[in-house]
């Protein structure tokens, strides 16, 4: 029973009351995911499971058998930063830094998601193609809670991050 | 070595102004930022700690009355528990902001359903808050329908007031007047990160990680919870996940997690729970308010009225300062302002971000917007005829204000159509679309700072103090203020904050830290450029430091020469004066909205808001527009979704969690624009600033609700504007 | 939470045997349910973890649709034949909570979604379905979230979700698979239960059942249309939504399926509501009346009067854009 975290292979608990939240931040000693609520309704604890973004603070670490995790340590290092991350400092994305880490999974995730055509509740037309305006971001990101109120300047940080993202990608 | 100011007068050099650098005021990155978006910031509860135990609070079922006896075996037998810590320095309540000495310590005695009674340790958390839940314990509760639970069902003792002429005469002899009652509902802070602390006692000394606004003031409050000496203690808290009043106060968590180590002999980590930190730390009063305006045919105010009605619990001081801002804002010759406080059994009230105009202004701005539609007279029109000459009560002069510049260019920023107004005049299928503004205005206040400024013999700076940044900036505003008093990159400052073994600051609150934290770091700057000036034998003001050399009397040297191996460390202490006195100090501004209402299901929605702020020096343009756009988002909140919901049979907290207190999300907040005003004031500080924490919540909501009129014609009187209210008030098609 | 014992079944038939302990309970995406544990709202004493069962399929079924029982909603929701056939049910799942729970919730499980009543969620306060005899906190306190449909004196709570008011508009029906292995199909509109005296049971489910599959009939002609009214703009729970199927005739309102959602102790179909409308030509007069029809058994309980007005105004809402009324 393994799971992997940012590419590092780790034994599952045996307490199977541990949330994969709290697995991360006391048994993996990852505390760049944050727990804000507890309950899925903040997503501080962002993470990518096999790609994909959920509250981790909801689900069980042993139900994670097999899964690659990405966390913000498996984004980038303050030495070396992702463009997101990198995008969220120019930007001022944050304030109190506390959502932060889960606004960056999530923004990362988000991208994805819009390239993969999976529409939105601000999705016009459901069988056309999603662009990425603000509208799209801010509905997509409203998983995320800012309480100091940086929303503003962290969908100008994700939309530089995306066109960096998109000129890196044409560029390969 | 020490340099101490009092500030007695404006200090009208400007000295930063004069520094090469220029680095204050720039649009800076947060030194903190890379290490906070890494997820490499520790906050409180994050640090690794051997041997750490957690504990987990158990709350009261039960609004008043007395946990009679705790049945300590009902769980010792549970997998993992270590104790159940049950003792009378336990705290039942936070303590208010600078309270500065113990808040309430009977924690059998139970004054509020929610309220901490006991702390039960485990070896894991899941052990822990099971048993929690698991502990039995018998109480004598009181009988519920003798509790006073509504503040407008118990008669209210009057906190504070000032009378001046006779404001009913004035209504009656007002060629326009309005008597407009609101209510506002009570908000929760809900910083991001739970309140949590690590104690650990090595049988002499505790120290601390704890989630704290202002450690100068938690360590004497917690020195005086536990007996202990503030010398014994050590608080650190160098990141923290925003506070917005919430950790001002030493609280619950901190104090059991240091009992519990003290008794233990091993490390104790608490945290709250999101439903706990809603039930147990701090709230903002719900409020009523009676405003009365009146003003002559020219639609300048002659009297002035602002009557609150707010609530706590029995023996807490804190009532909310409601009329703040209407004690200074607009004349009136006939004044009557009024706070009384109901007492009654919801869980402690105190400061949440900007305590008294956030709730006050909103109201003021609202009413101003029906004066001025009963005057058929522009609302920016009608704030600008009403700037008084003088304090309207003290006859004090103001300081720097730029309430004219932030009305006059924010409508022009926004494209504000002025003139008259109807409402009704716009819509877009199913949206009414509407336009409103609102003043802005917060009291300047700044409190006693002290802190170290080091130049190193490598020619770095080192900055101690134990303020905090809890999202503000004090990381970068003090970086930068160093960078351009020394004459080095501000990547050779390293600002070292948070932790009571350092100088004492402010602390984080009342958006006093950046004018008074920075201003001790200023005044140490200063006394480490004398050092330096007499080692070259010249006057301090002669002293030109840059690029990390030091030029004076046709010297040049490097300073990391002139540091020598031992460095040159000042202490700098600011102190508040007669100046604070002798001026009537605020930061200004002017809110602008454009909102959306749908005319079948009452949902508003705010499509563009501008600020525009003058708020003395920016020290850094980047984190003060920041401030401004957080407070811009609460105004959001505080205007269409945050409520707290009181039970009326028990008085808990019924919304006690992120999914039903409704804090605005991405999609609730366009992109917000912001105008910062260029402005030195120099009664306010040595540095010319002034407080931007806060103003950015006081009054927008206002502005949204005059947009909410302009719309759809919908004039509400209670915030927040849901949808069930709007649909009530708007008039049929 | 409570200690319980981790299972992990891997055929249909074992996690059916397993969950035919009383105090078994099936987790999938986990996202309501962990949430309820750790509050000890929920206590199972075996948590059946169903994920490794091969139920996440969506594909046809003759011209209708099967949604497997763990297709998580976001699969639903982009699922090509959703979009194009049910828009309603991808626009449903899609206004409900966030991208990150949509990624996890699935199928069964938010049909099993729980009420999000605040005295179901706080174990101090009392509560029927919680603790059956206990009382109900909601009737004389907040009553902001609760029903104005369908409630009894034992319980006034709504069920939350927004995907099974979809599902209720297209008629869709639940299969389960009972302890002895036969597969029944259940209509939608007949899955939940109102509270009654035993406000404990949101729906039919006995134990052993295992819910394997929603099963959408062929798709239908007409505008669909999920609208829903929150007091945050994303991210809430709904003060009330419509989902409507309406088919236009000549200028005339021809088939037409309504569901609401956050009004009852379940996804709320009146059909006399479409029969009334069903060939008239659109109005707003024939709309009130209409919702005349819906609310008149409705009751508010203080804090939640406003559903009534609110729910005429947004069916008003909804019937306008979905019959193309110029208003």
Redesign the interface.
């Given at each position: 029973m393994t799971l992997t975290i940012n590419g590092e292979s780790r034994s599952l608990p045996e307490d199977?009351?541990i949330?994969l939240l709290d697995y991360l931040r006391q048994g993996a000693g990852l505390t760049g995911t944050k727990k804000g609520c507890?309950?899925?309704q903040c997503?501080a604890c962002?993470v990518l499971v096999n790609g994909?973004?959920?509250?981790s603070?909801?689900?069980?670490a042993?139900?994670h058998d097999g899964d690659d995790i990405t966390t913000i340590e498996g984004m980038g290092t303050p030495d070396d930063l992702s463009p997101m991350q990198a995008a969220f400092v120019k930007h001022d994305g944050y304030q109190c830094g506390y959502c932060t880490p889960g606004q960056i999974c999530?923004a990362v995730?988000?991208l994805d998601?819009v390239a993969?055509?999976?529409?939105?509740?601000v999705?016009d037309d459901?069988?056309g193609k999603v662009e990425l305006t603000g509208d799209e971001i801010?509905?997509?990101m409203?998983?995320n809670l800012c309480r100091c109120g940086a929303y503003s300047n962290i969908v100008e940080a994700i939309q530089e991050a995306a066109l960096e993202t998109k000129t890196a990608g044409a560029d390969a | 070595m020490s340099k101490t100011l009092e500030m007695n007068e404006p200090d009208t050099r400007n000295r930063l102004d004069d520094m090469a650098g220029r680095n204050v005021g720039a649009p800076m990155d947060r030194p903190d930022g890379p290490a906070k978006v890494a997820g490499a910031a520790p906050y409180a509860a994050e640090y690794v700690i051997d041997n750490v135990a957690e504990g987990v609070l158990v709350?009261a079922?039960f609004a008043r009355g007395t946990i009679t006896s705790i049945d300590e075996r009902s769980i010792t037998g549970m997998?993992g528990v270590i104790a159940v810590i049950s003792d009378e320095r336990l705290t039942a309540r936070p303590a208010q902001g600078t309270a500065n000495e113990t808040p309430v310590q009977t924690p059998l005695s139970i004054a509020y359903?929610?309220q901490p009674f006991a702390l039960v340790v485990a070896e894991t958390f899941?052990q822990a808050?099971?048993a929690a839940?698991a502990l039995k314990f018998d109480y004598s509760a009181d009988d519920p329908s003798e509790i006073p639970f509504d503040p407008e069902a118990v008669e209210a003792e009057e906190n504070d007031a000032t009378r001046q002429g006779d404001l009913d005469k004035a209504m009656a002899d007002a060629a326009h007047s309005v008597d407009i009652t609101y209510y506002t509902e009570g908000h929760a802070s809900a910083a991001m990160e739970p309140h949590a602390a690590i104690a650990e006692w090595d049988g002499e000394r505790l120290t601390v990680h704890a989630s704290l606004q202002m450690p100068n003031y938690n360590i004497t409050e917690l020195a005086d919870s536990l007996n202990l000496e503030e010398d014994n203690i050590r608080i650190l808290s160098r990141y923290v996940g925003g506070g917005f009043g919430s950790k001002l106060g030493v609280s619950q968590e901190t104090v059991a997690a240091s009992i519990a180590a003290m008794k233990l002999g091993r490390p104790v980590r608490v945290v709250m729970s999101r439903?706990q930190v809603f039930q147990t730390v701090m709230r903002r009063s719900e409020t009523k308010q009676r405003l009365r305006l009146a003003a002559d045919k020219d639609g300048r105010l002659t009297g002035f009225g602002h009557e609150a009605l707010v609530s706590n619990l029995p023996e807490e001081d804190f009532a909310e300062p409601v009329t703040q801002a209407s004690a200074f804002l607009y004349p009136g010759k006939d004044r009557e302002l009024l706070i009384e406080v109901a007492r009654i059994h919801r869980m402690t009230a105190g400061s949440v971000r900007a305590p008294g105009e956030a709730v006050g202004m909103q109201t003021l701005e609202a009413a101003m917007d029906e004066l001025a539609e009963k005057l058929e007279l522009d609302p920016v029109e009608l704030r600008l005829r009403n700037i008084p000459d003088e304090h309207p009560a003290s006859g004090l002069p103001y300081s720097s204000r730029k309430m004219e510049e932030a009305l006059k260019q924010g409508a022009e920023a926004f494209g504000w159509h002025s003139g008259p107004r109807k409402p009704r005049q716009k819509r877009e299928g199913?949206w009414w679309i509407g336009t409103g503004m609102a003043t802005a205005a917060r009291i300047h206040n700044v409190g006693e700072a002290e802190a170290r400024v080091t130049l190193n013999g490598d020619g770095t700076v080192l900055v101690e103090t134990d303020m905090t940044d809890i999202g503000t900036g004090t990381y970068s505003i003090l970086t930068q203020i160093a960078a351009d008093m020394l004459g080095v990159e501000p990547a050779k400052v390293l600002v070292d904050l948070g932790d009571t073994n350092h100088p004492r600051g402010p602390g984080s609150g009342g958006s006093w830290g950046a004018a008074s934290s920075g201003s001790s770091v200023f005044i140490a700057c200063e006394a480490v450029r004398k050092a330096i000036a007499e080692k070259l034998g010249v006057e301090e003001a002669d002293l030109e430091l840059s690029g990390g050399t030091a030029k004076g009397g046709g010297q040049e040297k490097l300073l990391s020469e002139l540091a020598g191996n031992e460095g040159i460390a000042k202490t700098g202490t600011f102190k508040p004066g007669d100046a604070q006195d002798d001026y009537a100090m605020a930061s200004y501004g002017a809110f602008f909205s454009e909102v959306a209402v749908?005319r079948?299901?009452?949902?508003a929605?705010v499509r563009r808001m501008l600020g525009a702020f003058g708020f003395g020096r920016v020290l850094n343009a980047k984190t003060a527009r920041s401030q401004c756009i957080g407070g811009m988002t609460w105004c959001i909140g505080a205007a269409?979704?945050e409520s707290l919901?009181?039970?009326?049979?028990d008085g808990?907290v019924?919304?006690?969690?992120l999914?039903?207190y409704?804090v605005?999300?991405?999609?609730?907040v366009p992109h917000l624009d912001v105008l910062m005003i260029e402005e030195r004031d120099p009664a306010a500080s040595p540095i010319q600033a002034k407080g931007v924490g806060e103003l950015g919540i006081c009054g927008g909501a206002g502005a949204i609700a005059n947009a909410i009129y302009n719309a759809c014609g919908a004039r509400l009187y209670e915030f927040p504007m849901?949808?069930?209210r709007i649909?009530?008030a708007m008039p049929e098609? | 939470?409570?200690?319980?014992?981790?299972l992990r079944p891997d055929s249909l038939t074992h996690a059916s045997q397993l969950t035919e302990e009383p105090s078994a309970i099936p987790?999938a995406?986990?996202?309501n349910l962990?949430?309820l544990m750790?509050?000890?709202v929920e206590t199972p004493e075996s948590?059946i973890?169903v994920?490794k069962l091969s139920l996440s399929e969506i594909g046809d079924e003759g011209e209708g649709l099967r949604i497997g029982a763990l297709a998580t909603n976001?699969a639903t929701?982009?699922h090509?034949r959703v979009?194009?056939d049910y828009?309603v049910l991808?626009?449903a799942i899609?206004?409900g909570?966030?991208?990150?729970?949509r990624?996890?919730a699935t199928t069964a499980g938010n049909l099993c979604q729980r009420t999000?009543c605040?005295y179901f969620?706080?174990?101090?306060?009392p509560c029927n379905k919680r603790e059956p005899g206990s009382g109900c906190?909601a009737l004389?306190?907040?009553a902001?979230?609760h029903a104005i449909l369908g409630a009894s004196s034992q319980c006034i709570a709504t069920y939350p979700g927004d995907m099974a008011v979809a599902m209720a508009a297209l008629g869709a029906e639940v299969e389960i698979m009972n302890a002895g292995g036969e597969t029944t199909r259940v209509p939608l509109e007949d899955f939940h239960r109102l509270p009654g005296d035993t406000p404990e049971k949101d729906n039919i489910l006995e134990s052993g059942d295992i819910i394997t599959g929603v099963i959408l009939p062929a798709p239908v002609k007409g505008v669909q249309l999920y609208r829903k009214?929150?007091?945050?703009?994303?991210?809430?729970?709904a003060?009330c939504s419509v989902a409507a199927i309406v088919n236009m005739e000549e200028g005339r309102i021809g088939d037409i399926a309504l569901a609401f959602g956050g009004l009852a102790h379940k996804p709320w179909r009146d059909k006399r509501v479409e029969e009334a409308l069903k060939g008239t030509e659109p109005s707003l007069k024939g709309f009130d009346e209409a919702a005349e029809i819906l609310l008149e058994d409705a009751q508010g309980y203080g804090e939640n009067d406003?559903?009534i007005?609110?729910t005429r105004?947004?069916l008003?809402?909804v019937l306008c854009e979905a019959t193309g009324m110029d208003?």
């Open positions: 199977p009351r949330s507890d309950h899925g997503g962002t994909v973004r959920i509250n603070c909801l689900t069980l042993v139900m999530s995730a988000m998601e993969a055509g999976w529409p939105s509740d999705t459901l069988n801010r509905e997509r409203s998983g | 709350t079922p997998d359903f929610g899941e808050r099971n839940k439903q199913e749908n079948w299901t009452g949902e929605r269409l979704t919901l009181f039970d009326p049979v808990h019924v919304n006690c969690d999914a039903e409704h605005p999300v991405h999609r609730d849901t949808p069930d649909i009530a098609d | 939470m409570k200690p319980f014992a981790y987790i995406g986990g996202t962990l949430d750790k509050l000890q948590l973890d994920n976001t929701a982009a090509p979009r194009s828009p991808a626009r899609l206004a909570a966030t991208q990150q729970l990624n996890k999000r605040y969620t706080n174990i101090d306060q906190g004389d306190g907040i902001r979230l009214v929150r007091e945050r703009s994303s991210y809430a729970f003060l406003f559903k007005p609110l105004r947004t008003k809402a208003t």
